[in-house]
């Protein structure tokens, strides 16, 4: 006779309103559906984004037939982007509390999560690591916050880079 052991995430109750129930509770689910929820979340945040961020550049380039001078909405929607939350008097912190700041930002970290997962995921579909995915996911995240900070610090300090240099290559 052979022992069947059975995980937390897996016991069976005999009511299925408990069963449907225990579906909502958070606590019930492993880090892998956490894990394949913010896959398919991040990915839908990213289609979106792109397709607001080409209807706005698609826009953009109808100034001449909506009536307006060429490169007015252009100019409006950079205008509105380097708009300040709230005004420091610092030039760098002004820069950073832009709601445009907080857009790159934001989709910066909803790119590193799904390439970051996505990549995790072609390594076990290719057999790589499959007996440690709660480290490997682990250590993609850590790699992933710091991507994202590195990020977020050529962002903030790359205006200025530009501006003292004229171009990036000085």
């Not at 897996?10 to 019930?28: C, D």
């Not at 953009?60 to 008097?89: I, S």
Request: hydrophobic fraction near 55%.
């Amino acid at each position: 006779m052979t022992k069947v052991t059975v995980e937390d995430s897996q016991i069976e109750t005999s009511s299925k309103a408990s069963n449907f129930l225990s579906w909502f509770n958070p606590f019930s689910r492993g880090m892998g559906m956490y894990a394949w929820l913010f896959q398919r979340i991040t990915g839908l945040c990213l289609l979106i984004y792109v397709f607001i961020h080409m209807s706005i550049i698609g826009l953009m380039l109808l100034d001449p037939f909506l009536g307006f001078q060429a490169g007015e909405l252009y100019n409006t929607v950079v205008h509105a982007m380097n708009q300040n939350l709230f005004d420091t008097g610092v030039e760098l912190l002004n820069h950073m509390l832009s709601i445009g700041f907080f857009i790159d930002a934001g989709v910066m970290a909803l790119g590193i999560y799904h390439g970051a997962n996505g990549v995790r995921v072609v390594l076990f579909d290719l057999g790589i690591g499959i007996r440690h995915q709660k480290m490997i996911f682990w250590i993609f995240l850590v790699l992933g916050v710091i991507t994202w900070a590195l990020g977020l610090f050529l962002i903030a300090i790359l205006p200025g880079i530009v501006e003292i240099g004229g171009t990036l290559g000085g």
